[in-house]
């Protein structure tokens, strides 16, 4: 039986995922959030495929065992960056030391993420998932745009969610302030704006050789969530543990995205995995879309 558009994304988590043998070496490869769950295996596939990674993370200790490990499963080069994406000053010297030392770069993996049951907001005053799932995001891609033209060909990978699709994004209450928190509302407006956001990327970066492309990398056991309280991870780790599906899936699909040779030329597409998928209505507003760019612009200091 067809399923109707709507619920095409159940189908297609089903289908078989491409990969891709391309190699990635010597490539420099910048991912956020390579700690833990999809970050960390994207990075092992890529350490594997031969790149050079730069981790942007906010634990450096935590960092510092990744590359260790990671180390050992390739010879390969990698670096560390410390950031804390729910601080936006910390994004921008991240950018500053990226600027200052990778003169190339081939692929920006905008994966660091996070889903609060609970509203908190930033040092500067944002609802902090939004801070750190788009806002950050967005900042760093600004930041590091005109390197990523100068290095074409190069790719950007936001690593989106399914998550999108409870919608959520209120331009005149990004704070919830005026509505009850509801986490995973809150969730998915971080996404909405993020994918937003790569139809507005995508159509400035035509011809320039740089491709952005955004994804949902699986439902899969990670950590996400796991900051919140004893209710939420006991459900988490009991319950919802077991439909999960294992992180290498995710590794292997952000792989493909950032390697295979007939993606290259493929920008402003929204992947279940590696499959095509059209992201819901909500998320394809451009009108909204062009409101959320200059909102982004003005929050991250931009405009
Ligand atoms: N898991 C899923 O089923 C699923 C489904 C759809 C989309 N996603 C997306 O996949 C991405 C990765 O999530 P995950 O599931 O792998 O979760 P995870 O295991 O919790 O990993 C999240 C990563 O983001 C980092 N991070 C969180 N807050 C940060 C901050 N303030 N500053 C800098 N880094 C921060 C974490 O650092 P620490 O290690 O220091 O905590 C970690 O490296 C997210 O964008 C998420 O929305 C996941």
């Known amino acids: 039986m067809e399923l109707p558009e709507e619920l095409q994304f159940i189908a297609n988590a089903r289908k ?6 391309a190699r990635m070496d010597g490539r420099v490869c910048i991912i956020t959030g390579a ?17 050079h990674l730069v981790l942007i993370c906010r634990n450096r200790e935590k960092a510092a065992r990744i590359k260790e490990e990671l ?16 601080q936006l000053n910390d994004v921008r010297e991240a950018a500053g030391i990226i600027l200052a030392n990778y003169p190339h770069i081939d692929v920006l993996i905008n994966n660091a993420g996070l889903h609060n049951t609970h509203r908190t907001l930033t040092e500067q ?57 509801n986490g995973y509302k809150a969730y998915g407006a971080s996404k909405v704006a993020q994918l937003l956001t790569v139809w ?13 492309n955004a994804m949902h990398p699986g439902e899969v056991r990670t ?23 294992d992180p290498r899936i995710s590794g292997e699909a952000i792989y493909y995205i950032a390697a295979a ?19 819901a209505p909500h998320a394809m507003d451009r009108t909204l879309g062009k409101r959320v760019w200059l909102i982004s612009e003005e929050l991250t200091g931009l405009s």
């Open 125 to 181: 005053g944002v609802e902090t998932v939004f801070c750190v799932n788009h806002l950050a995001s967005f900042l760093l891609t600004r930041l590091l745009m005109d390197r990523l033209k100068e290095s074409a060909p190069a790719r950007i990978i936001q690593v989106n969610s399914q998550g999108h699709r409870f919608g959520g994004l209120d331009l005149d209450d990004l704070n919830w302030v005026r509505r009850r928190y």
């Open 200 to 212: 507005e990327f995508s159509e400035r970066l035509q011809g320039s050789g740089v491709t952005i």
């Open 71 to 86: 180390m050992h499963v390739s010879a390969v080069q990698i670096e560390i960056v410390q950031a804390d994406f729910s």
């Open 223 to 245: 950590n996400i969530g796991m900051n919140n309280g004893f209710l939420f991870r006991s459900y988490q780790r009991y319950l919802l543990w077991w439909a999960l599906k």
């Open 261 to 279: 040779p007939e993606l290259a030329a493929v920008s402003g597409r929204f992947f279940n995995q590696t499959i095509d998928e059209k992201p």
């Open 35 to 51: 700690t833990s769950g999809v970050g960390y295996q994207a990075a092992k596939r890529l350490a594997l495929g031969g790149a």
């Open 16 to 21: 078989i995922q491409k990969k891709t043998d």
